[in-house]
């Protein structure tokens, strides 16, 4: 028996260990029980014997805190896909083809490169975006644990 204590199960939280007294119904007599508690989210599990508790707070952190610590790797790499540097803006020579297509309309013009941006943030951040998130809230059964 170890008095090491794993995260929360529910949150991933530090836990503490702390005793708590009950009275009993008729006032006479005290009831001693230990608690292991989040610090963070308030779970708790209580036990009479000091192994028991360890062991029954231990034996819950097993795939909620592989979960949790599976969406926030994801959620993670969700966000690092979204913080792309963008390339630097050239006054001359954008390259956005708009001598290509004979645009000489200024709204024209601005409709065109609003939907290439469009286009391009869809294909570049919204759709990986969109395929990491899928990913981690619809995950593969783990094998060979």
């Not at 199960?9 to 230990?34: K, N, R």
């Not at 231990?58 to 792309?84: D, P």
């Not at 065109?112 to 469009?118: D, N, S, T, V």
Request: contains cysteine; charged residues 20%.
């Amino acid at each position: 028996m170890t008095d090491a204590l794993l995260p929360c199960p529910f949150c991933g939280g530090d836990a503490y260990y702390h005793e708590d007294e009950q009275v009993s119904t008729e006032g006479d007599s005290f009831q001693y029980f230990e608690l292991i508690s989040c610090n963070d989210c308030s779970a708790c599990v209580s036990a009479r014997h000091h192994n028991d508790i360890y062991e029954a707070w231990n034996a819950r952190t097993g795939t909620a805190t592989v979960r949790i610590a599976q969406l926030k790797a994801a959620l993670t790499e969700a966000l690092a896909s979204c913080s792309h540097d963008l390339p630097e803006y050239h006054d001359e020579g954008m390259g956005c083809g708009l001598e290509d297509r004979n645009i000489t309309d200024r709204y024209e013009a601005m409709a065109f490169g609003w939907e290439q941006a469009m286009g391009r943030v869809e294909s570049e951040i919204i759709s990986h975006t969109q395929e990491i998130l899928t990913a981690a809230l619809n995950p593969t059964p783990a094998t060979g644990n």
